[in-house]
C-alpha cells in the first residue's frame, strides 16, 4: 500500500487498523521502509486537523499507578467529548531489546471504546523516556482525528526529560509515602512538571498530604516559571476517581491561558525533532560504514593499539568516514 493511500486510510472512519500500520511503518529499522515512511510523515506534517490537539506527558515512578491513573483519567476525557490516543512506552531489555507491551492489557475498560486508540511501543533503549518515533506517532494520531493525546512514560529517571519536549504540558505523578524516591523526583525532573498529582490518596490518605505538602515546599525553592503558570499539587485516587474532573480543569484553565506558549513550545519541538533526525541519520551512516569497512571489534581494537589512545583512534575514523561521506 502506498504512503498516499495509507494516508487516506488513516482519515476514513475505519482508520484504527491504518493508524497501526502507520506507527508501525514509522517504527520500522528495515532500510525499505525508510522512504515511504518518510512520505507518510510529510502527509501528516502538511495536514492540519481540523480542531485543536493537546497532548499530555504522565510520568511517574514505578508503582505509582500509571496505567490506571490514565485508565480512569481517559474516560473522564470521554465524558468530556475528547477522542483519545494513549501511547504507553515500555522499556526495552538491553539484552535481548524485547518489551512487555502490556499497558493495553492494564486499561482492559479504556481500551474497549470507540474514541479510544492505545498503542503500547517499545522504548528501544532510547533515553528520555521516550520511544524514537514518540513525535512522529503523536502527529499520526492527531491526523486520525485523536484531539487529546496521551504519552506515558517508563517510568522516572534523571534522563527522563525528552516527554516534556515533545508534549503541551506535563504532569508528574507521586504517590504517598515515597520516601527516598520523592528526593530523586526532585533531583530529576519535579522543575519540568507543568501539574502534580499524589495518588492512591483513598488507599493512603495521611500520607498523601504530606507527600503534597512535601512537593509544595520544593516548588517554593525553585525559580519562578517565565511563563507565569503556577504549579499546583493535588491530591486524588485513580481508583475511586476522586480529584479527576478537577485535574481535568485545570488541564484545560492551563491549555486555555497558555495558548500561545504552547504554540512556540510546538514550534521548538519540530526544531528538537530536526536535531533528533539529523543525529539518528548521522549515527546510522556511521554505523554502515563501519559495516562496510569491516570495522567489527576486532579491527577496532587493532586500530586502537595502533594509535594508542581512544581520542586519536576515534579522530582517525571519523576523518575517514567523513571523507568517505563526500560526494
Not at 493511500?5 to 529499522?29: K, Y
Not at 526529560?161 to 506535563?170: I, K, P, S
Not at 554505523?287 to 583512534?313: C, F, K, M, S
Request: neutral net charge; proline residues 5%; hydrophobic residues 40%.
Amino acid at each position: 500500500m502506498s504512503p498516499e493511500q495509507l494516508f487516506r486510510d488513516l482519515q476514513s472512519p475505519h482508520h484504527r487498523r491504518a493508524l497501526g500500520r502507520a506507527i508501525t511503518l514509522v517504527e520500522s529499522t528495515r532500510e525499505e521502509d525508510r522512504a515511504a515512511a518518510t512520505r507518510l510523515l510529510a502527509l501528516a506534517e502538511n495536514h492540519r486537523p481540523p480542531q485543536a490537539t493537546f497532548r499530555l506527558g504522565i510520568s511517574g515512578t514505578p508503582g505509582v499507578g500509571k496505567s490506571t491513573f490514565i485508565e480512569a483519567f481517559g474516560l473522564e476525557l470521554l465524558r468530556r467529548g475528547h477522542r483519545l490516543a494513549v501511547l504507553a512506552i515500555d522499556p526495552s531489555s538491553s539484552l535481548s531489546g524485547g518489551s512487555i507491551l502490556g499497558d493495553k492489557t492494564r486499561m482492559e475498560e479504556l481500551t474497549r471504546q470507540d474514541k479510544v486508540y492505545i498503542r503500547p511501543s517499545p522504548s528501544a533503549g532510547e533515553l528520555g523516556g521516550v520511544a524514537a518515533t514518540s513525535r512522529a506517532a503523536v502527529l499520526l494520531c492527531e491526523a486520525a482525528g485523536y484531539d487529546y493525546i496521551i504519552v506515558e512514560t517508563v517510568g522516572v529517571g534523571q534522563a527522563e526529560w525528552q516527554v516534556h519536549g515533545m508534549t503541551d504540558a506535563f504532569l508528574l505523578l507521586a504517590q504517598p509515602a515515597a520516601g527516598d524516591e520523592l528526593q530523586g523526583i526532585k533531583r530529576g525532573i519535579l522543575e519540568l512538571a507543568d501539574h502534580l498529582v499524589v495518588n492512591k490518596a483513598d488507599a493512603l490518605p495521611r500520607e498523601a498530604r504530606l507527600t503534597a505538602a512535601e512537593l509544595r515546599r520544593s516548588l517554593h525553592l525553585a525559580p519562578p516559571r517565565p511563563d507565569g503558570w503556577t504549579v499546583e499539587v493535588v491530591s486524588a485516587s485513580a481508583f475511586t476517581g476522586d480529584g479527576l474532573p478537577e485535574i481535568a480543569d485545570r488541564l484545560d484553565t492551563y491549555k486555555n491561558q497558555l495558548r500561545r506558549e504552547i504554540a512556540r513550545r510546538r514550534e521548538e519541538q519540530r526544531l528538537d525533532w530536526l536535531r533528533e533526525q539529523l543525529r539518528r541519520e548521522l549515527l546510522r551512516k556511521l554505523h554502515v560504514y563501519l559495516e562496510t569497512e569491516g570495522l567489527d571489534n576486532d579491527e577496532l581494537r587493532a586500530r586502537l593499539d595502533q594509535h594508542i589512545t581512544l581520542p586519536v583512534t576515534a579522530d582517525v575514523i571519523l576523518t575517514e568516514f567523513l571523507k568517505h561521506s563526500k560526494p
